[in-house]
Antibody, heavy 112, light 108 residues
């Protein structure tokens, strides 16, 4: 059974940093490009970032480029998202996944 | 920037066919993926790479793509298919992924 479990969410202040993790199992993790997406309360899904199988290629949404860093540890089957200089509009549920499988999400709330 | 355009809402009666479109300039060369999201739940893939249906998804779900428009088709829509549906694809450079704005499907 494929499982993706996000963690690291919580309540933060504007300007703080947090690292989200996504632990996977039952998935050939090292063979997939992995994505982070997010959903603000009452809003639609939004792409955040993507990383290649070996971690050498990364893509970011304009709104997070320069503040967020995506990375992966293929030995641990785990994906990460380092979120720096948090803003209020970074609030939402963050999901990790590859196209076919997604986790249940972790909620990030940023307040001033 | 790159955009995928979906209608905000689609409404059908039970048993009718629902069609949800997704328009984007890169779709002639890039696949569209479709997700279903029910209230408070994580998104679920219903169609991958324009037309491929995961084995866990009912056969009434199908997809097509022609030119700049990808279409999710639900043949014989059921009340339990009520949800938000999103298309997901990338621009021509494969560096910017985007979701469509989402379509709320009502079946009643």
């Amino acid at each position: 059974e494929v499982q993706l479990v996000e963690s690291g969410g919580g309540s933060f202040q504007v300007g703080e940093s947090v690292r989200l993790s996504c632990a996977t199992s039952g998935l050939a993790f090292s063979t997939f490009w992995m994505h982070w997406i997010r959903q603000a309360p009452g809003k639609g899904l939004v792409f955040v970032s993507r990383i290649s199988t070996d971690g050498t290629v990364t893509n970011y949404a304009d709104s997070v480029r320069g503040r967020f860093v995506i990375s992966r540890d293929n030995a641990r089957n785990t994906l990460y998202l380092q979120m720096n200089n948090l803003r209020a509009d970074d609030s939402g549920v963050y999901y990790c996944g590859q196209v076919g499988y997604w986790g249940q999400g972790t909620r990030v709330t940023v307040s001033s | 920037s790159y955009e995928l355009t979906q209608p905000p809402s689609v409404s059908v009666s039970p048993g009718q066919t629902a069609r949800i479109t997704c328009s984007g300039d890169a779709l002639p060369k890039k696949y569209a993926h479709w997700f279903q999201q029910k209230s408070g739940q994580a998104p679920v893939l219903v169609i991958q790479e324009d037309t491929k249906r995961p084995s866990t998804i009912p056969a009434r779900f199908s997809g097509s793509s022609s030119g700049t428009v990808a279409t999710l088709i639900i043949s014989g829509a059921q009340v339990e298919d009520e949800a938000d549906y999103y298309c997901y694809s990338t621009d021509s450079t494969d560096s910017l992924w985007v979701f469509g704005g989402g379509t709320k499907l009502t079946v009643l």
